[in-house]
């Protein structure tokens, strides 16, 4: 590939762009004030960069017909082959959300509802779009988006709306919600993981799709829930409504709505909890099982009932946010109000803290689904019978 002048790139920032050689590749290097130096690959958004550079000089008519040259053929390798490359920590925000396998719902996979502003963060800074969690991997971020990304490649949807087109025009709120789907074994039962984020972001990123694949790994099929912020009323409407989609598609879906599970960490706990409380009916969902199980992560919610469903709750002491007084107090109430309950109590995970991996709650979610297969049913009858 033949070499580009040096130019002036501008986002957000003033940058100085020029090309360099990495294992014999040509590749474009970014200096920034801000960021530091940064090498990746040369023409990856071409189009991208034509649109937002300002040039230190014009461009000769040779080199501006060179640039076309490689965005045409960017653009018709997507078109012919799908273009599902897997993605790298070297990789930017934009570059999830423009990710061809995530067409139509990137921007529903990244925690706020207006994340432009993060879209030149790069993956391995993943962190700084979730400030409310903690050990964020950004290699575990990039090993699940990888998964998503060579499912769609395989022909599966990994993506649904659960609110239709009409009730998303009468309430636009609604447009950004949808479940992302991790299929296990066909025919399994089914868990939600309702990612927190103080109801001012859904951290699925780092306490979503990694937990999800996770499960999935284990033979059990797992969504992802994307709710409205800001109101925990509605995001709890949001996770009532999605219950009711799974269990009306179960067969379409390949899932068995016998003993599911509902997860939550911090504010997504508090959805759980709801629901654990008060059923899909308390919001709007219509007169359907409670779970099988829920998982409650490091939440200071404090309700519990006689007919609250088994619990596995965890928290680690050094939380910073969630009161672990308060945790403890509701599982001794939980307790004596006759509900089953396995309390995971670490010491130095933080708030947040996701697969908990590098700390001491690493390993948790293994406790947590062999909690639920406790209770399901053929888990249930095939010990009534070896009894």
Same mark, same amino acid.
């Given at each position: ?5 040096? !130019?002036?790139?501008? +986002? ?20 920034? @004030? ?35 040259? !490689? ?25 999830? +959300? @423009? ?15 207006? #994340? ?7 993956? %391995?800074? +993943? ?10 991997? $950004? ?9 998503? !990304?060579?499912?769609? *490649? ?16 009468? #309430?636009? %709120? ?20 309702? $990612? ?32 409205? !912020? ?28 016998? #003993? ?12 759980? &909890?709801?629901?654990?409380? @008060? ?13 099988? +199980? ?7 919610? %404090? %309700? ?49 803290? &996701?697969? &908990?991996?590098?700390? #001491? ?18 888990? *249930? @009858? ?6």
């Amino acid at each position: 590939m033949k070499r580009l002048p040096v !130019i002036l790139l501008f +986002v957000g920032s003033m940058l100085s762009m020029a090309t360099c050689k990495t294992n014999g590749d040509s590749q474009v290097r970014l200096f920034s @004030n801000k960021d530091g130096i940064q090498c990746t690959p040369a023409f990856e958004n071409i189009s991208a960069i034509k649109a937002t550079m300002i040039v230190d000089r014009y461009f000769t008519a040779q080199e501006t017909e060179e640039l076309d040259m !490689i965005s045409s053929s960017k653009t018709k390798a997507f078109k012919e082959h799908g273009s599902y490359d897997h993605i790298t920590i070297d990789d930017t925000i934009r570059h999830v +959300v @423009n990710h061809p396998a995530f067409k139509g719902f990137g921007q529903l996979m990244l925690p706020g509802e207006n #994340d432009t502003y993060h879209y030149d963060t790069l993956l %391995s800074n +993943v962190r700084s779009l979730m400030p409310y969690h903690s050990h964020v991997d $950004p290699d575990i971020v990039v090993g699940a988006l990888n998964h998503m !990304i060579d499912e769609v *490649k395989d022909g599966k949807t990994i993506f649904y709306d659960f609110y239709t087109e009409q009730k998303k025009q009468k #309430d636009p %709120s609604k447009k950004f919600t949808g479940l992302f789907f991790f299929r296990g074994e066909p025919g399994a039962p089914f868990a939600i993981v309702c $990612p927190g984020g103080g109801f001012s972001y859904v951290g699925s990123l780092h306490e979503g799709f990694p937990l999800a694949w996770e499960i999935s790994k284990k033979k059990y099929n797992a969504f992802v829930m994307r709710y409205r !912020i800001e109101s925990e009323q509605r995001a709890t409407e949001d996770l009532a409504l999605a219950i009711v989609y799974i269990f009306r598609n179960a067969e379409a879906l390949g899932v068995s709505t016998e #003993d599911y599970s509902l997860w939550g960490g911090s504010a997504g706990a508090r959805m759980v &909890g709801n629901i654990a409380l @008060n059923g899909a009916a308390g919001y709007g969902g219509g007169k359907l099982p409670k779970p099988a +199980v829920v998982v409650i992560a490091y939440t200071g919610q %404090s %309700s519990y009932s006689k007919d609250f469903p088994p619990a596995f709750i965890t928290v680690s002491t050094n939380d910073g946010i969630a009161n672990v007084t308060v945790v403890d107090k509701r599982v001794e109430n939980l307790r004596k109000a006759g509900v089953e309950v396995e309390y995971r109590r670490y010491r130095n995970a933080g708030h947040g803290f &996701g697969l &908990g991996t590098g700390t #001491d709650a690493e390993g948790w979610l293994g406790h947590a689904v062999r909690f639920w297969e406790k209770h399901l049913s053929k888990e *249930k @009858n095939d010990n009534e019978q070896q009894h």
